[in-house]
């Protein structure tokens, strides 16, 4: 009865732990659907949008988020990869900037410098962790 006890419990930790490993915190899993959504209201709130910007900054978002998670589910890896995301990247902000007020244009590339820093600084504390 112990034994079996003590086999359950293992069993249900090994669960436990798959499952976890498999929720990403970071989106990466997200739909493009879903990651444009979380953006768009991200940025409805921080770039005080109105309804018709928001619609159309949601339109782009949708747009640029199918664009990347076609080249993250592609075969392309390392500086390839970044290269393409990177030129999503600009062609995204390009069409934002339409859309976008100065002012909101703005504190968008300041915010994505922030969000840059921090994603640079999480990369840097986690490589000196594995030394």
Request: a positive charge.
């Amino acid at each position: 009865m112990k034994r079996l006890r003590i086999l359950m419990t293992v069993m249900l930790m090994g669960i436990s732990f798959f499952g976890f490993s498999q929720q990403d915190g970071r989106g990466k899993n997200m739909s493009a659907e879903d990651r444009a959504k979380m953006q768009t209201t991200h940025m409805k709130t921080e770039l005080s949008l109105d309804e018709a910007k928001a619609n159309s900054v949601q339109e782009i978002n949708l747009k640029y988020a199918k664009k990347q998670k076609e080249v993250f589910d592609s075969n392309v890896k390392g500086t390839e990869r970044q290269t393409q995301m990177q030129s999503i990247r600009n062609e995204r902000m390009a069409e934002l900037k339409t859309v976008l007020s100065d002012e909101q244009y703005v504190k968008m590339e300041e915010m994505q410098a922030q969000m840059q820093g921090n994603a640079k600084s999480k990369t840097k504390k986690r490589g000196n962790s594995n030394k």
